[in-house]
């Protein structure tokens, strides 16, 4: 396929008639980045997706765009609302997989006493690693609030701060949660993983502000330098993966009964309005609100650990959310395409929302400066704060990357990056780590992802989100 260089960060796959795309495809890369991407299947999924009916205005892939299950992880594809379709595929199996940052009143010279014991305690707190369960003693009725009602649910329970929802992406809770639509099995592997981390890039760390890019938006975010910080990567567990698998093979049935012809078996979809996609839609959103609720009870964990090994309360220590954003989701919104205000239902997977001023979704207190982006790095790498840019609505359906996207398979990874080489170079740069299989120190090594910099420069460069902070780790957990 061609692809043609029409920005300083921007590429095209021109919509070609002969290939079925119905819009061109556009990718968000530096040069070198770019030639990571055409080494996989990335762009020839992003192509395949741009054949698909009532796709509108174009096909998006981000920086950290690497190739997927049938759509590539850093993609972003819109559907009228009216006579589109829903995509289980497109949102991911890890559905509301997302970042909440905590931020402090402490700097890094506070933490660096205590880290070994904080981290210790963080561990033991929030139990992480494949299958990790915890009992907290919710039944199957608070598995149907927390579908309904999200992270406020946890809250009432004295999971967190009342002022936390204001903090969360839709409130901690989308709206058109059906957890009939849910099966028995993923509820049953739901039901004892709130408030867990999980495993594969999954983590917890304990961060500090490096460097300040924005001033301005640094303090409308409440981020200072040397800043003492905790990033928290999670989703909806067992719950949402069982969520897209049991969709997955109703929607591939679907197109069986229907006699539809795809370029991708795994881009199986269902018409708006259908059976099969309002109960996916139903289901998805059950699983968005159990991840918000997710990361709200690990929240929770989190401030509770802090005040055991400082001694303090979590107030009385800032221990604010800045924000917390899905980057795995399908999400009902109004943007411009062709001059035109539609509603459309946008797919993210592996991207987050990046709206910028002005916009009603975006929280009183940011709303004026853009939504908070927070983009997490690989291990042993930085992290960034961005906001959302005008520019985003306008080229982006207000999107951004979500992370540093992988050029390397778990399993090369695996082979090819001994364990050791990241343990002593986490401990070269005075970065304490916690995990439960070593294994997994290979497969979520620095090396195995593309450089985190070069992403967000690829975001900036193209305008669609401001840099407002990086942040380093000063200690890892993982599964």
Known sequence: MDVNKIGDFVWEVKADESMGMNVPVHIYANSDIMKLMQRDRTLSQAVNASTLPSIAKQMLVMPDGHEGYGFPVGGVAAFDADNGIISPG????DINCGIRLIKTNMTDKDIRPKLTQLLDTLFKNV??????????????????????????????????????????????????????SVSDFAKKRGL???????????????????????????????????????????????????????????????????????????????????????????????????????????????????????MKSADSMGMEIVYDLAHNIVKLERHEVDGRN?????????????????????????????????????????????????????????????GSGRVMSRHQAIREIPASRTFSDLKEKGIEIRVRNRKLVSEEAEWAYKNVDDVVASVSGALISNIVARLVPLGVAKG
């Open 127 to 180: 139990p992480s690693g494949v299958g990790s369960r915890i009992q907290l003693g919710f039944t199957k009725g608070d598995l149907e609030e927390v579908a309904m009602r999200g992270a406020a649910f946890a809250i009432e329970k004295g999971y967190g701060f009342s002022s936390d929802i204001e903090r969360i992406e839709e409130g901690g809770c989308i709206g058109g949660a059906e957890p009939d």
């Open 90 to 93: 497109i949102c991911g199996f």
């Open 342 to 402: 539609m509603n459309l239902y946008v797919h993210r997977k592996g991207a987050t929302r990046a709206f910028g001023p002005g916009r009603q979704e975006v929280p009183k207190m940011y709303r004026s400066y853009g939504q908070p982006v927070l983009i997490p790095g690989s291990m042993g790498s930085a992290s960034y704060v961005l906001a959302g840019r005008e520019e985003a609505m306008k080229e982006t359906f207000g999107s951004s990357c979500h």
């Open 192 to 310: 004892n993983e709130l408030g867990t981390l999980g495993a594969g890039n999954h983590f917890l760390e304990v961060q500090k502000v490096s460097r300040i890019l924005d001033p301005k938006l640094a303090k409308a975010f409440g981020l200072e330098q040397d800043q003492a910080v905790v990033m928290v990567h999670s989703g909806s567990r067992g719950y949402g993966h069982q969520v897209c698998s049991d969709y997955l093979e109703k929607l591939s049935e679907y197109q069986r009964v229907h006699n539809i012809k795809l370029v991708d078996p795994e881009l199986c979809y269902a018409p708006v309005g259908s059976k099969e996609a309002d109960g996916y839609l139903g289901a998805m959103r059950s699983a968005v609100n159990f991840a918000f609720t997710n990361r709200q009870i690990m929240t929770n964990s989190i401030r509770k650990s802090f005040e055991q090994v400082f």
